[in-house]
């Protein structure tokens, strides 16, 4: 059994134009956010063995914001180029490439693909997974290698949580 974490950068600004996209930062909604999302891994006892995340400013700034909370060194942090931008097969791809000594990952990523790959590998059907919000799920395989090879749906959305689960607009 392995279990993954898809967290979604938390809000981003749009305040300066001349900036590219991956490096755009959190807005003050973003911050807000990160103060408070980690903590319902904490509550979880989720500690990720391996966190990874997209280059994008917002994605890694994230990545970090969770490590301080979960005690997880930020100097781990894998910057993987691909999750920038990636569609679902390329992040199955990136899953599949984990090692197996690792059984729970946390992803920091995008949408859309995070939340097709919620829809993907569980049987949910989620229109949208918002900013900082987060989703846990557990996999039938004992190989990460495995994640293509699982039939559709097999894995079980253990845990789903919203930023405006908490009061947040």
Not at 17 to 22: E, G, K, M, R, S
Not at 48 to 61: N, Y
Not at 147 to 159: C, F, M, R, V, Y
Request: hydrophobic share 40%; net charge neutral.
């Amino acid at each position: 059994m392995k279990t993954l974490g898809l967290i979604r950068h938390a809000k981003s600004s749009w305040d300066n134009h001349t900036l590219l996209d991956i490096d755009r930062p959190l807005n003050h909604r973003g911050q807000r956010d990160l103060q408070r999302m980690p903590h319902y891994l904490k509550d979880l006892k989720f500690h990720p063995d391996l966190m990874l995340t997209s280059p994008a400013i917002r994605a890694r700034t994230t990545a970090i914001g969770f490590a301080n909370i979960l005690g997880y060194s930020q100097d781990k942090i894998q910057i993987i180029e691909t999750l920038y931008g990636a569609t679902l097969i390329q992040l199955l791809a990136i899953i599949e490439k984990i090692k197996d000594a690792h059984n729970s990952v946390a992803l920091f990523g995008h949408n859309p693909v995070f939340t097709e790959a919620v829809n993907y590998l569980t049987d949910r059907d989620l229109d949208n997974l918002p900013t900082c919000s987060i989703a846990i799920i557990s996999l039938p395989i004992d190989s990460w290698y495995q994640i293509n090879a699982t039939n559709l749906s097999q894995g079980k959305l253990e845990h789903l949580f919203f930023p405006n689960m908490s009061g947040a607009d």
